[in-house]
């Protein structure tokens, strides 16, 4: 459990952790332990807590995705908590590896997604059709290294595998995703897609909370991080935007 739960921000209130890619953030028809679960043992096994604990994640990672993740700890902080997502008032940045250069350095990217729920996948289209939820991510790229390129993205939406879809639909598919248009697989299973840093007004205290996850103990990530532009961008959180 102690290599599952990795505690970025911890109060009465909330519980932010850096998720491992390869685990459900809830369960599903799968069975398989998620890390909802994980989080709700540590909290009861730190603080001695009789009975069950309320838990509740905020929003969602996809499984091959790592990073960082909002848990509410109170029913008042996931109601104040889901107020602030649903009013984009939580700002979220991720970093994603892909093997092909975007056709521009930074840009916007604006489509209509529509979900298959029966195959998981979700389809991007130009113009607005029935079913199609308007979906905006900003992307920026950070550097290169290795015949592979660092983007940041920023999601302006939260539709289910927004990042996933828009990066493959600008030909450039997430190093590691088959299910949107990557070559081959990542030995382990996990897409390079990890949700890096968060920031938000705390629900209840009112100060500002801001969460950088490290990257994932692997050395394809990790070098990325000797670029000097991610030097430069990680010395001081205030500069990050």
């Given at each position: 459990?102690?290599?599952?739960?990795?505690?970025?921000?911890?109060?009465?209130?909330?519980?932010?952790?850096?998720?491992?890619?390869?685990?459900?953030?809830?369960?599903?028809?799968?069975?398989?332990?998620?890390?909802?679960?994980?989080?709700?043992?540590?909290?009861?096994?730190?603080?001695?807590?009789?009975?069950?604990?309320?838990?509740?994640?905020?929003?969602?990672?996809?499984?091959?995705?790592?990073?960082?993740?909002?848990?509410?700890?109170?029913?008042?902080?996931?109601?104040?908590?889901?107020?602030?997502?649903?009013?984009?008032?939580?700002?979220?940045?991720?970093?994603?590896?892909?093997?092909?250069?975007?056709?521009?350095?930074?840009?916007?990217?604006?489509?209509?997604?529509?979900?298959?729920?029966?195959?998981?996948?979700?389809?991007?289209?130009?113009?607005?059709?029935?079913?199609?939820?308007?979906?905006?991510?900003?992307?920026?790229?950070?550097?290169?290294?290795?015949?592979?390129?660092?983007?940041?993205?920023?999601?302006?939406?939260?539709?289910?595998?927004?990042?996933?879809?828009?990066?493959?639909?600008?030909?450039?598919?997430?190093?590691?995703?088959?299910?949107?248009?990557?070559?081959?697989?990542?030995?382990?299973?996990?897409?390079?897609?990890?949700?890096?840093?968060?920031?938000?007004?705390?629900?209840?205290?009112?100060?500002?909370?801001?969460?950088?996850?490290?990257?994932?103990?692997?050395?394809?990530?990790?070098?990325?991080?000797?670029?000097?532009?991610?030097?430069?961008?990680?010395?001081?959180?205030?500069?990050?935007y």
């Amino acid at each position: 459990m102690e290599n599952i739960v990795q505690p970025l921000y911890e109060d009465n209130h909330l519980l932010i952790v850096n998720k491992p890619a390869g685990i459900l953030v809830q369960g599903d028809k799968t069975g398989d332990k998620n890390l909802t679960d994980y989080c709700k043992e540590y909290i009861k096994k730190k603080y001695d807590k009789p009975g069950a604990v309320f838990l509740h994640p905020c929003h969602r990672l996809d499984r091959p995705v790592s990073g960082a993740i909002v848990f509410a700890r109170t029913s008042k902080a996931l109601e104040r908590m889901n107020k602030l997502f649903a009013s984009k008032k939580v700002q979220k940045t991720y970093w994603a590896i892909v093997k092909k250069h975007p056709p521009q350095k930074k840009g916007r990217l604006v489509s209509w997604l529509v979900k298959d729920p029966k195959r998981n996948v979700t389809t991007a289209y130009a113009e607005p059709v029935d079913g199609g939820l308007k979906a905006e991510t900003d992307f920026k790229v950070l550097g290169k290294l290795n015949n592979h390129f660092l983007i940041e993205v920023e999601p302006r939406t939260g539709r289910p595998h927004q990042i996933r879809v828009h990066l493959s639909e600008m030909g450039s598919p997430i190093r590691g995703d088959l299910r949107y248009g990557f070559s081959k697989p990542n030995p382990d299973k996990s897409i390079n897609l990890h949700a890096r840093r968060i920031y938000f007004e705390h629900p209840v205290k009112k100060e500002p909370v801001v969460v950088r996850a490290g990257l994932p103990n692997d050395q394809f990530w990790e070098q990325f991080l000797t670029l000097e532009t991610i030097k430069v961008k990680d010395k001081d959180t205030d500069r990050l935007y």
